[in-house]
Each structure stands twice: as C-alpha cells, then as structure tokens.
C-alpha cells in the first residue's frame, strides 16, 4: 500500500488566498452592520497574524489598516463639511450657505446630526474593510507566484496586475528604507519636512525599479507570441470580452440587493464558461512553459471554500432577508449579530489552522515521500 505524505512546510496557492479574501470582501460589501464589519477585519488579521510569510509583501496588511482609518476619516470629514443633513438629533448648529438648486444633495456647513454623520461611519467603515480584505490577499499570496498561476492566454494582463498588486509593498519597504536611512543620520523621520525629504527617494527607488523590471521583460522576450491567424485572434478577444461582461453582470447580480435570482446565478455561469472557452482557445497561442507549478490539494480547497462559504452566508442572508445585516442610522439603532453570517464569518477564520505552515527561510516546495508498507 502507497501513501502520499506532506512532509515539509510549503506555500499556499495563492489563488486559494485570493479567494477566501475576495470572499470576504464581497460578504463586507453585503453589510452595514458595524460588528459584522469589525468581526470580518478581525477574522482577516487573525488569518494573516497566522499565516503571514516573512517577505516584503508580508507587511502589506499594517499599510492597508491606516488605509481604511483614513478612508473613514475623510468620509466622515466630507459629510461634515459637504454631506447633505439629515435626521432630528443636532449635535452641533453651525452657519452653512445657500447652494443653487443643480447642486441639491451638497452643502457648505449647516447643522451637524447624529444620523447623518452615522451614516458615514457606516459607509467609511465598509470600504475600509474591503481595502483591509485585499489588503490581507497582497499580505498572504506572493506575487510571483501569483504570476506563475496565471493561464498562459492572459500572462501579459496578469503580469500587469500583478506588477499594480506588487506596489504596495514595494512602496512599504521603500518608504521604510528610506526612513531607517534618515534615523541613521540623525534626520526627522515624522511631520511635514520628514514626508518632503522622503518624497525624492522614493520616487527615484520606484523609477529604478521600473527601469529594471522592464530590460528584465524584455531580455525574457516578454510579448512574443505563437503563429495564430488574424480572425481567431479577433474570435478570442471577443469571446474573452463576452464572457467577462457576462461574469461581470452575474456577480453583480449576486451581490447587489434586489437583483432578480434568475440574473444573477445563470450569467455568472454562462460568463465563466466563456471566458474558459476563449482562454482554452488562446492558449494555443501561447509561447510559455511553467516550472514546478503550485500544487492544489486538500489545503487549497479549504481555504478557498472557506471563502466561498462566508460570501454565500451574506448573500444568502440578503435573499432571506434576514434582520441584522443593515443597521439602519435614521433612526438610530443598536446592532445585532445575525446568525448565519456569524457562522460563515467562523468558518472564514479556518484558514488560519487548515493553511499549510509557511517554510521558515526561503520557499519550498511540497514534497511527497512515498511510504510503502
């Protein structure tokens, strides 16, 4: 008898990291419940706390945290200043001017209300988790290996996402880099001066980069493609362009509340089969090879289906209607904790124990020893 064992620490997928997190994503977007939002940032930093690898793109979570607090920050700052009134409970009267009637909807100062700066709490703090769940996919999933996961019929656009996914970090170790240097010689490294001074390295260490990632590119051939004909070339774009707008629609559908139940479902589907049709079909096209792919095993499937799980809780709990997904800020009241949601967010915390351990020093790769009994 045979058995497969893993024997050695290995890296996750990163498509299965990138799932669980658009997943919860897409159950943050489902929401205006402050718990429910606080409790899909703490599953996301529990799950990166846990399994964040010690590389440049492990830092990307703390930066998309002070992200999200300025996101709320400024919402709230423009329903001050600009946001249209509303609600009985005046916090602060102050003076505000008269807007013609094209600008309805606007305002400049006028009473300050509970409701109304409620509201964009509730707003502020709902993107701010979305930013937070991408920002827990760029903190799990390497880069680089994200690329390799890629079908060889859109690497070019993959490489491009993944070159606009590796920023972020990129900029968190250049801005870090840059700050250890002006400790070291005894400059600020906080205020005003610190961010001017700091500016200019940065953006030279970002130019230098581009420069070098694409003689990189271009050494690699980067572009060459195979011998297809001009009209299967067009086919593919536009199969590729039909399925998108398709699985676009369908998942919109699924997400947006009040959408029909007939839209949502069967034009995801029909959206995603023709986008594996046109990709399949561009593939041959393709002048790429792989070495030594990511595996997708029992890990994978768990993380992944954890994700899915927690989406389809949040969505099935806007078709049931169930109470407790939207506080309502007008009038005010106290959030409560829905149940089914509450299970698909523990389920979501599950990545932490079933993701394999990360190697400690550089990447390996999983290996298998055969035991025969």
Not at 40 to 60: H, L, Q
Not at 183 to 210: C, D, H, N, Q, W
Not at 230 to 238: D, H, I, K, L, P
Request: hydrophobic residues 55%; proline residues 8%; positive net charge.
């Amino acid at each position: 008898m045979t058995r497969s064992l893993l024997a050695l620490p290995r890296w996750l997928h990163p498509a299965a990291w990138w799932i669980w997190a658009l997943g919860l994503a897409a159950a943050a977007s489902r929401t205006t419940n402050p718990l429910l939002l606080v409790l899909i940032i703490a599953v996301a930093a529990v799950v990166v706390s846990a399994r964040k690898p010690d590389a440049p793109w492990g830092r990307s979570f703390m930066f998309f945290l002070r992200l999200g607090v300025a996101v709320i920050v400024i919402r709230v700052a423009v329903q001050l200043f600009l946001g249209a009134a509303f609600g009985t409970t005046i916090l602060l009267p102050l003076p505000g001017l008269t807007l013609p009637s094209w600008l309805s909807g606007a305002r400049l100062g006028g009473d300050i209300t509970f409701e109304s700066l409620l509201l964009a709490f509730y707003d502020g703090l709902r993107l701010a988790t979305i930013l937070m769940c991408v920002g827990a996919a760029n903190s799990l999933a390497s880069p680089s290996r994200l690329l390799k996961s890629v079908p060889a019929a859109l690497y070019e656009f993959g490489v491009s996402v993944v070159v606009a996914m590796t920023f972020t970090p990129q900029l968190v170790t250049d801005v870090d880099r840059v700050r250890t240097a002006r400790r070291l010689r005894g400059r600020p490294t906080s205020g005003v001066r610190a961010i001017a001074g700091s500016a200019m390295p940065v953006f030279e260490g970002a130019l230098e980069k581009s420069v070098t990632l694409a003689a990189a590119m271009d050494s690699r051939g980067y572009g060459r493609r195979g011998a297809v004909s001009a009209a299967r070339r067009r086919t593919n774009s536009v199969l590729l362009l039909i399925g998108l707008v398709a699985a676009c629609i369908g998942a919109y559908a699924l997400i947006a509340a009040g959408s029909p139940l007939a839209l949502g479902l069967p034009m995801l589907v029909v959206g995603v089969s023709v986008c594996i049709v046109s990709i399949t079909m561009s593939a041959r096209a393709a002048v790429r090879t792989r070495y030594r792919p990511d595996p997708w095993a029992l890990p994978e499937t768990l993380v992944a289906g954890a994700g899915v799980i927690v989406a389809f809780s949040f969505v099935a709990g806007a078709w049931l209607s169930i109470a407790g997904l939207d506080t309502p800020s007008n009038p005010p009241t106290w959030p409560v904790l829905p149940l089914l949601p509450l299970i698909g967010l523990v389920i979501a915390t599950t990545p932490a124990i079933t993701a394999p351990v990360l190697p400690r020093s550089s990447p390996v790769q999983m290996k298998k020893i055969e035991v025969t009994a």
